[in-house]
Nanobody, 116 residues
Framework: VQLVESGGGLVQPGGSLRLSCVAS??????????MSWYRQAPGKERELVAT????????NYADSVKARFTISRDNTKNTVFLQMNSLKPEDTAVYYC????????WGQGTRVTVSS
């Protein structure tokens, strides 16, 4: 399974970014995978940011991003999104997409820098 993230970049505090992750593999049934976004800041461990169920019916968030970030998915396009609003410098990290069913798969990450 190949997971390709995009949408990262440099943004000022208070700004917004939308990350995308496209999954591809022959016969990969994206709609059966729980999808998550993780992030890893410099010198810190990777942490879970948000998770969405396979049908998109339920999502959970880390306390640090609740009410600011929204995870969503489009199963017709094998894509999961992370809308990030009211960004803070502490949101600076490499953001990774993760697909989980029996096995788990990681993307290569996209860097988000929040700085003035």
């Amino acid at each position: 399974v190949q997971l390709v993230e995009s949408g990262g970049g440099l943004v000022q505090p208070g700004g917004s970014l939308r990350l995308s992750c496209v999954a591809s593999r022959y016969a990969f049934t994206f709609s059966t995978y729980r999808m998550s976004w993780y992030r890893q800041a410099p010198g810190k461990e990777r942490e879970l940011v948000a998770t969405i169920t396979s049908d998109g019916g339920s999502a959970n968030y880390a306390d640090s991003v609740k009410a600011r970030f929204t995870i969503s998915r489009d199963n017709t396009k094998n894509t999961v999104f992370l809308q990030m609003n009211s960004l803070k410098p502490e949101d600076t990290a490499v953001y990774y997409c993760h697909a989980q069913r029996v096995s788990g798969y990681w993307g290569q990450g996209t860097r988000v820098t929040v700085s003035s």
